[in-house]
């Protein structure tokens, strides 16, 4: 079992950097694949970003290549979310989640966070 918070969200203007955090609870956030999901207001959650649990494969959306950025710290049990260029498409909610298979990947995770909400004004 993992608990998963978010924070970092907030209100920023188009082209603007921000840079969300998940920290993570129990004793097996290594062996975790992390991943990265936003969801628009009368959207379905989309896959943003991944990472493998060794760091050294990642995993993006078409839409975020180039401007995002995933990365973790095990010793911190923290994952993280650097986004840069920012668009008003990004708005969402940015939920952190965690597969227990420990891989990049874009789909089937097992623990999910509450959420942190960005929005970017045009």
């Known amino acids: 079992q993992v608990q998963l918070v978010e924070s970092g969200g907030g209100l920023v203007q188009a082209g603007d950097s921000l840079r969300l955090s998940c920290a993570a609870s129990?004793?097996?956030?290594?062996?975790?694949?992390m991943g990265w999901f936003r969801q628009a207001l009368g959207k379905e959650r989309e896959f943003v970003a991944a990472?493998?649990?060794?760091?050294?494969?990642?995993n993006y959306a078409d839409s975020v290549k180039g401007r995002f950025t995933i990365s973790r710290d095990n010793a911190k049990n923290t994952v993280y979310l650097q986004m840069s260029s920012l668009k008003p498409e990004d708005t969402g909610l940015y939920y952190c989640?965690?597969?227990?298979?420990?891989?990049?990947?874009?789909?089937?995770?097992?623990?999910w966070g509450q959420g942190t909400q960005v929005t970017v004004s045009s």
């Open positions: 990472i493998s649990w060794s760091g050294r494969s990642t």
């Open positions: 129990g004793r097996t956030f290594n062996g975790y694949g």
């Open positions: 989640a965690a597969n227990t298979r420990g891989l990049a990947a874009d789909w089937g995770y097992n623990y």
